[in-house]
Each structure stands twice: as structure tokens, then as C-alpha cells.
């Protein structure tokens, strides 16, 4: 029965999709691409014609500009290192953090008791409200920021395990058994293939995180950094330097994300949801 | 052999599921248990699988008790169950992780052969349809060559024509190593095609109703009037069995039970 209907909704959709196969990988991501050039166009030409004076809102053109300058300058490496520093720090420390106690929570009944209503009572706090205690203790310097951004960090990655580890499917589980494998073959072979599509979710939405706070580290007390350079652009009146920051943050963000999603997709080639988006 | 003595279960919830089951299965016998819905079927073939542990009783294989799962033996659910990050090949292999990976190569390849399916050993379980999940699931459980193999209503998702597919496939590959066979279904067609005895249940609580030999020559003829002869025997044992005014036929006692109804 099943063969009958589907036979032809497959081959309406195989056929356009295995010819023009080269244009749809370009264009696909060109189409997403379309409003923001269309507007940054706009924007240019309304300054271009002499519409506004572009002096708040500076044109792509300035924004550019600006970012070519702060790149020739050096200036430009030395705020993305310090930042992407920061970020890559906290991340790593709120994953690492995150994943044990998400684990131990999930896995073990009697600690997800004892310690889960505690980390949900923090996680309730805004965690910007922990800045000037970090401050407080640990200088205002990189270890306070670096602090902030795992702290951010660790939520959803905590979140994401436990709740992975406890949705894995009891039927799945019941075939280790079967087979009779030991605790950590358990883990290795059953629990980490099942719970790793989830994980993959929390450290992207961790990694977001990481983005967010680094900026509210930044805007603290930074000499360098992107926040600095948002905050010196606010003071100083540069909206250009501002755009500038803002973008450079859209594209840092965006490449990281796709680094973890690059990283993963072998491992999640199984996945139902991976191969009907036609990755491979 | 395989000794099922007194085999209760009572859940921690209250629930009465199955009481004082007995049947000894020598090595090679097919069995089908068959009974209406809550009389313990699932609950005494999770017993035997070692999976739940009876609350009253033993199951015991060649006179060990069985109390956790075993390796020498297997069992195939409803659902095929395979681990979906797994090919098809490293499923069916899954238990054989205690073996040097050429003798599981070669074994899991003439698996994948016996069961057709060679050309989809490289396939993702989503990639494959609901009767060729099932295969490898069979393939999977018969791979380390159990001696008892459970089948807990493992066809009773699929489509008629592929069951009756599977079911005499199934008949094919029991006839290499003969291992005894458990099977669990709520159809009469099929424990009739397969078993060389019917034990037909009665719910609340599941106990043993009517034992029936099945004494046909196989393969069967599923057209023949012997055949329709046994499936009648078996449905008349299975009306009779949900007839609360029709006491035990077996030697239990059924005091009070007339209050359920």
C-alpha cells in the first residue's frame, strides 16, 4: 500500500531536483541572502541621492570602510582574537560543566533529585545580575567575563543533556540489555549515539549564548574586545564603528555555528531529519 | 529445556498479571501462546526473556534460573527496534561485539544473505521498509545463535501478505539451527502455521486456559481442511477461554472468578 503512494510524490520531486542540482546548492543560500542586500542597497542610494546625511544611520559603504580601516590598523584582529578568546573560554567551560552535571542528572535519579531543583533555581536568576558579584570576586578583568559567558553557557547545555538522557527511548534501552551490555558499554553504545542529535541542539543554543554574553562581558569594562569596540563607538559618537562591530559579531556567529554543524553532520547522517534536508 | 514452573507476576501498581504458569519446552519446540488482550502473554515472555523477573516461580533453561537477560537467549519484539545510528550490517551485528571483526563480518554477511537482504547492508533502518526492518531484527536476534528465541507478536504490524512472508521465513531459518521458538500473537493463523503446540490464556490474572498439538506435517498447507480443522480447535479453546462461565481446563483453581464479570 505504502509503495503505491509514494511512488509518485517521489518522482515529482526527484526529477527537478536532480538537474539543476548545482543551481539550487547556489541559489538556495543566495535566496536568503536577498533582503538584506536589497535593503543595504536601498540604504546606500537613499544616502547616495542625498536623501539623509547618513550620519546615524551610515551607509554599507561607511560600514565597510570602517571595517577595512580597523582591519589595516590591526586594530581589527586584536578585538575578534580577544573576543572569540573569551567566547571560545566560556563556551568550553559551560559545556564542560553543563554536560557532567546534565549527565550525572540524567543518568542518576537520586542526584537529579538532590541537585536539580537547585540548578533550575539559578538558572531562574537573569544571569546579568551576576555580573557585579563576578566582578566583585574576580576582578574586572578576563576571568570575571569568561565566568559570565560559561555561566551562560552552562544552562542550556545542562538542560539539553538531562533532558536528553531522559527522554532516550526506554524500548532502545531495553535492547542493550538484551544483549546484555555492561554499564558502560550501555553508555557508549546505546546511551551517546541516542542522546548526541539533542547535544548537538543544546551547543548551538549554548554557543548562541556564548555570543550574547560575551557582548554583556564587553560592555563591563573591556579595553579590547568587540563589546569594546561597540561601547567606544556609542561614546564617541561612530555608528559606523558600531555597524561595524555588529556585523563582524553577525558573522563570527554565524561561521561558529556552522562549524559545529559542519562538524557533526557525519556523525548524525542517520538522522531522519539530516537526509530529507539533502545535506549529503 | 526450558522450565517454566508456577511463573507469577503481580506489578509493583497492583496489577495481577499473570499467575502460577507452567509448561516445560523441549529444545526445538514452536510455541504459540495466544490469548486475549491482559491475559500476561507479553508479561510471561518478558519473564522467560529475563527482562522482568517473576514475582513468584522460576524460569529456568537447562536447569539455570533465569533472572537477567541470557545469552542463550533472544528475543524479537513488535517493533523491530533497530538503533537507528547503526547500518544495517553493524545492527545485525550488534551482539556479536565479543567476536573478532572478521568472524562478525562473515557472520552477519551470510545473516544479510539469509535473509536477502545483502544489497542493504550499507542502509540506514530509516532507508528500509516495515517488513525488511523486521528481517534484520530477526537477523539480529538469530545471529548469535540463541536456543531459545522470543517473538514477542513480532508480524502483527505488518501488512497480511508480508506476515505470511515472514512467517514462512521465519519457519526457513529456524530449520538451520532449530532453536526453540516462543512465540506470542493474537493471531490463530499464524500459531497455527508455526507451532507445534497452541497454549491458549485466559485474562485476569493471564494463566495457562487449554494446551493444543498442533501435529501437521510441515510446510502447511494454509488451504487444507486439517488445517481449518486445527484453527477452529484453537478459536473454540479461545471463545471458550473468554467465557467466564467455562472453568479452567486446566487444574487451577477459578474460585471467585465469576465476580469479575
Known amino acids: 500500500m505504502a509503495m503505491t503512494v509514494d511512488l509518485p510524490a517521489l518522482e515529482q520531486t526527484a526529477a527537478p531536483r536532480a538537474a539543476p542540482a548545482r543551481w539550487s546548492r547556489l541559489a538556495r543560500p543566495a535566496l536568503g541572502l536577498l533582503v538584506p542586500v536589497v535593503l543595504a542597497l536601498g540604504w546606500e542610494l537613499v544616502v547616495y541621492l542625498g536623501y539623509s546625511n547618513g550620519r546615524l544611520v551610515p551607509p554599507p559603504s561607511k560600514v565597510f570602510q570602517t571595517i577595512v580601516e580597523l582591519a589595516r590598523s590591526g586594530e581589527l584582529s586584536r578585538h575578534v582574537l580577544a573576543t572569540l578568546w573569551r567566547v571560545g573560554a566560556g563556551f568550553a567551560l559551560g559545556v564542560i560543566a553543563g554536560t557532567i552535571m546534565g549527565a550525572i542528572s540524567g543518568y542518576w535519579d537520586f542526584a537529579k533529585r538532590l541537585l536539580d531543583p537547585t540548578v533550575q533555581a539559578l538558572r531562574a536568576i537573569p544571569s546579568l545580575a551576576w555580573v557585579p558579584l563576578f566582578v566583585l570576586w574576580l576582578g574586572i578583568f578576563e576571568t570575571s567575563k569568561v565566568a559570565l559567558i560559561a555561566v551562560g553557557v552552562f544552562f542550556p547545555i545542562y538542560l539539553g543533556v538531562m533532558g536528553a538522557i531522559l527522554s532516550v527511548d526506554r524500548k532502545i534501552v531495553e535492547v542493550g540489555r538484551v544483549f546484555r551490555l555492561s554499564g558502560p558499554a550501555m553508555i557508549r553504545r546505546i546511551l551517546l549515539p541516542a542522546v548526541l542529535p539533542a547535544y548537538v541542539v543544546a551547543l548551538r543554543v549554548g554557543l548562541g549564548l556564548g555570543w550574547m554574553f560575551v557582548v554583556a562581558a564587553e560592555l563591563i569594562g573591556a579595553s579590547e574586545g568587540l563589546g569594546y569596540l561597540l561601547l567606544d563607538g556609542q561614546q564617541l559618537g561612530k555608528p559606523a564603528q558600531i555597524l561595524a562591530a555588529i556585523v563582524i559579531f553577525a558573522i563570527l556567529g554565524k561561521l561558529t555555528d556552522w562549524l559545529i554543524e559542519v562538524a557533526v553532520a557525519p556523525l548524525l547522517r542517520w538522522q531522519d531529519a539530516f537526509g530529507a534536508r539533502g545535506g549529503a | ?261
Not at chain 2, 523441549?26 to 510471561?44: H, M, V, W, Y
Not at chain 2, 573478532?100 to 557472520?107: D, F, G, I, K, L
Not at chain 2, 477452529?232 to 467466564?244: E, I, P
Request: charged residues 25%.
Open chain 2, 1 to 261: 529445556m526450558l522450565a517454566l514452573k508456577d511463573v507469577g507476576k503481580t506489578y509493583p501498581n497492583g496489577v495481577h498479571a499473570l499467575e502460577r504458569f507452567s509448561a516445560e519446552i523441549s529444545p526445538g519446540e514452536i510455541i504459540a501462546i495466544i490469548g486475549g488482550s491482559g491475559c500476561g502473554k507479553s508479561t510471561l515472555l518478558r519473564a522467560i526473556a529475563g527482562l522482568d523477573r517473576a514475582s513468584t516461580g522460576s524460569v529456568s533453561l537447562d536447569n539455570a534460573v533465569i533472572t537477567s537477560p541470557h545469552a542463550k537467549i533472544g528475543i524479537i519484539f513488535q517493533e523491530p527496534r533497530l538503533l537507528p545510528w547503526l547500518s544495517v550490517a553493524d545492527n545485525i551485528g550488534f551482539g556479536l561485539a565479543d567476536l573478532s571483526a572478521e568472524v562478525r563480518r562473515e557472520r552477519v554477511a551470510s545473516a544479510l544473505a539469509r535473509v536477502g537482504l545483502t544489497d542493504k547492508a550499507a542502509a540506514w533502518p530509516r532507508e528500509l521498509s516495515g517488513g525488511q526492518a523486521q528481517r534484520v531484527a530477526i537477523a539480529r536476534a538469530l545471529v548469535p545463535q540463541p536456543e531459545v528465541l522470543l517473538l514477542d507478536e513480532p508480524f502483527s504490524a505488518l501488512d497480511a501478505f508480508t506476515r505470511r512472508d515472514l512467517q514462512d521465513h521465519l519457519l526457513d531459518l529456524w530449520a538451520d539451527t532449530r532453536p526453540t521458538l516462543i512465540l506470542v500473537t493474537h493471531d490463530v493463523d499464524e500459531a497455527v502455521v508455526l507451532a507445534d503446540r497452541v497454549l491458549v490464556m485466559r485474562p485476569r490474572p493471564g494463566r495457562l486456559f487449554e494446551e493444543i498439538t498442533i501435529n501437521l506435517a510441515r510446510p502447511r498447507d494454509r488451504k487444507s481442511e486439517l488445517f481449518d480443522t486445527f484453527k477452529r480447535r484453537v478459536l473454540t479453546a479461545l471463545d471458550r477461554s473468554l467465557d467466564r462461565s467455562v472453568r479452567d481446563v486446566t487444574d487451577k483453581s477459578s474460585a471467585g472468578e465469576a465476580m469479575w464479570w
